[in-house]
């Protein structure tokens, strides 16, 4: 079984400028997450879909970061302008039921963000 | 806000010994992950707990989570140098539809020869 993919693997940026990352989840998984993972730390939550709908975005940026699962499956995150401390990795996770499973969730292998 | 605390974030630890790590967190929660994190990779599942007293074992590590003290180890018996990693503790918050998990920091574990 594939796990979850992510693209590009690294990126590098200047600061004001935007990024896009994309994900595909393991297929059939009907739940996905996009994390933030700063250097030394946890991931922390942006944003989880259930299908194509958004089920939790409290942790989002939303006044530069943007995400969509179109068709329920893969899904693109955005960064609009980019800030120095957005540099992180972002990691895309996958669930196969979402809520209440007893699954874990599957983790792809990240986007290393740098800004400059 | 759900907050979940490892100790220790460090631990240097040499081969053929026993350590435990701790993970507490500071509201009701009905699944804990741990994961282990290698450098430059992604995260890797090791174990989901969920029930109070639950006990999973995996060779050399094995995690419980008792919910009522909101508090899950992780034990590390024989340590041997490829169990050298970052372990995560990872808590889903109960209740609502939501179950982004929340992290904690991290113990960086180092077991030399």
């Known amino acids: 079984e594939a796990g979850v993919a992510q693209s590009p693997r690294y990126k590098i940026i200047e600061k004001r400028q935007s990024v896009a990352f994309w994900c595909n989840p393991i297929?059939?998984?009907?739940?996905l997450y996009w994390y933030q993972q700063i250097l030394g730390q946890g991931p922390k939550l942006l944003i989880q879909?259930?299908?194509?709908?958004?089920?939790?975005d409290s942790q989002l940026p939303k006044d530069r970061f943007s995400a969509e699962r179109l068709k329920g499956v893969d899904s693109t995150l955005k960064i609009q302008p980019a800030k120095l401390e957005d540099s992180a990795v972002y990691l895309c996770?996958?669930?196969?039921?979402?809520?209440?499973?007893?699954?874990?969730?599957?983790f792809g292998p990240g986007t290393r963000l740098l800004v400059l | 806000e759900l907050k979940v605390e490892q100790n220790p974030l460090f631990l240097s630890m040499q081969e053929g010994k026993n350590y435990t790590i701790y993970c507490n967190y500071s509201?009701?929660?009905?699944?804990l992950y741990w994961y282990r994190q290698d450098p430059g990779k992604s995260l890797e599942s090791l174990f989901v707990?969920?029930?109070?007293?639950a006990v999973k074992q995996e060779g050399r590590l094995m995690a419980s989570l008792d919910t009522k003290a909101r508090l899950s180890t992780l034990h590390i018996t024989a340590a041997v140098h490829d169990l050298s990693a970052t372990y995560f503790c990872a808590v889903v918050r109960s209740g609502g539809g939501a179950d982004g998990l929340t992290f904690g920091k991290g113990t960086h574990l180092i077991i030399q020869p």
């Open positions: 509201t009701t929660s009905d699944r």
């Open positions: 879909f259930q299908n194509n709908g958004v089920v939790d």
């Open positions: 297929s059939g998984h009907a739940t």
């Open positions: 707990l969920l029930s109070n007293g």
């Open positions: 996770a996958s669930n196969l039921y979402g809520w209440g499973s007893q699954e874990t969730q599957y």
